[in-house]
């Protein structure tokens, strides 16, 4: 067992597995378990290595990868003093969220990762999004006009996965791809070809049109620039990549009819805030709405909150006795991460979760983690407008990467390893 688990066949299972569940992402809608698989085949390899060599790989660096553990204990938490474990919506949300248990769990055990394989999973994220983008894209072009149209109602082109999550994964992969570059620890060749991958995601990025997705892509582009200028002082290439931006994004917004359809439709969004009613028709409306329906709930259970079992059913209760104009297929669960875990979870369990979730964006802070910090803005972004982490692609997307920027590298010394990250 210790000759199959050694290091170097642990950290080859380690990128195989995180190779899975990167694909499974990109094909959940078709192969919905591949991700699970790959989750699973990371935790066995972490425990198999644990096991065959009677050591914890991770043990100095427990704090940052089990503090995600109290997230997944959140949620079982609560549910438990509110619901038994027959509870069926109780049963879901365990498995939904078992990354939170598992993945933290797995990179604890596994050996320290080495810088190239941490950089092959990059470049498959990278790769991942360029093959969606082509599909997408493809797509667009033989449907233009219909598509086109169908953004003036608020729709978009179909992508897998969906939308919004899809325009994460293009922003996490547009700002890993300019790191890498940046640390130019590429081959020349592979080096210009990620660099020509993130100007296509970037344009595609405002070709989707998803507003989350731009604003995470040029927030965190913003942060990229401002470390380029005063972490490693390269003010001339920082103040020339804020010229390339504006230049490429003022581009895409003369060219691309879904983006600006998608501003003019955005616009007339904000003027219906006033009208109740015009929550049954407009996506940005009706979360105003959800907001304030939510806050009205906190009010009411401030410290504990309502659970995450009875929020769905407290939501529609509580939309039927505020705004009895909005139809029942338009309720909605507060569309803000944040807000959402203080309704269901109370003052007491957004404290959990925040330092659950962000301590290991301090120890980023600390380490000067550059990857770790445009990780955590593109996720806490999207947590303003999206309860990222309740759907299954959400979790990976707002956990796996983040761990992946995380994850303690071998030093240059190690057998086979090359200079780190």
């Not at 597995?17 to 078709?30: C, E, K, L, N, P």
């Not at 994460?168 to 660099?195: D, E, F, H, Y």
């Not at 582009?221 to 020339?240: E, F, M, N, S, T």
Request: contains cysteine.
């Amino acid at each position: 067992m210790k000759r199959f688990f050694s290091e170097t066949r642990a950290r080859q299972l380690g990128v195989f597995w995180g190779t899975v569940i990167i694909a499974g992402i990109f094909v959940s809608d078709y192969v919905r378990v591949l991700p699970s698989i790959g989750i699973a085949g990371l935790f066995v390899s972490g425990v198999g290595y644990a096991v065959a060599h009677r050591r914890i790989a991770q043990r100095a660096h427990w704090p940052l990868l089990l503090s995600f553990v109290l997230v997944y204990g959140l949620h079982v938490g609560t549910a438990l003093l509110h619901v038994g474990w027959a509870n069926e919506i109780f049963q879901r949300d365990a498995v939904l969220q078992l990354p939170f248990l598992l993945l933290p769990v797995a990179f604890l055990l596994l050996p320290s990762w080495l810088a190239v394989h941490k950089r092959v999973l990059w470049l498959v994220l990278i790769g991942g999004c360029l093959g969606a983008a082509a599909r997408t894209t493809a797509y667009y072009l033989l449907h233009q006009d219909i598509i086109d149209q169908s953004y003036l109602h608020s729709k978009v082109m179909p992508t897998v996965p969906d939308h919004i999550r899809f325009s994460l994964l293009v922003s996490m992969a547009v700002l890993a791809g300019l790191v890498l570059t940046l640390n130019k620890q590429l081959a020349p060749r592979l080096r210009l070809a990620t660099l020509a991958g993130v100007v296509l995601l970037f344009l595609f990025q405002h070709l989707l049109a998803v507003r989350s997705g731009i604003v995470t892509m040029y927030a965190a582009g913003a942060l990229w620039l401002v470390w380029l200028g005063w972490q490693l002082r390269h003010w001339r290439v920082a103040l020339a990549g804020a010229g390339l931006l504006l230049l490429l994004g003022g581009a895409c917004l003369l060219l691309f009819p879904t983006l600006q359809n998608k501003i003019i439709v955005t616009r007339s969004d904000a003027e219906q805030f006033d009208s109740v009613g015009a929550a049954n028709y407009y996506s940005v409306t009706a979360r105003v709405y959800s907001y304030n329906v939510a806050w009205a709930l906190i009010k009411q259970r401030p410290l504990l909150g309502l659970s995450k079992i009875e929020l769905e059913s407290a939501m529609a209760r509580q939309y039927h006795a505020m705004y009895p104009g909005i139809e029942p297929a338009h309720y909605l669960l507060p569309h803000n991460q944040f807000l959402y875990n203080l309704a269901a979870y109370g003052v007491v369990g957004l404290l959990v979760f925040v330092l659950g979730f962000y301590y290991a964006l301090w120890e980023g802070i600390r380490q000067r983690n550059l990857m770790l910090l445009l990780m955590y803005s593109i996720v806490s972004l999207s947590f303003m407008v999206e309860y990222t982490l309740e759907t299954q692609i959400g979790v990976l997307i707002g956990l796996f990467f983040i761990l992946l920027a995380a994850a303690p590298v071998a030093p240059a010394g190690a057998p086979g390893a090359p200079v780190p990250d």
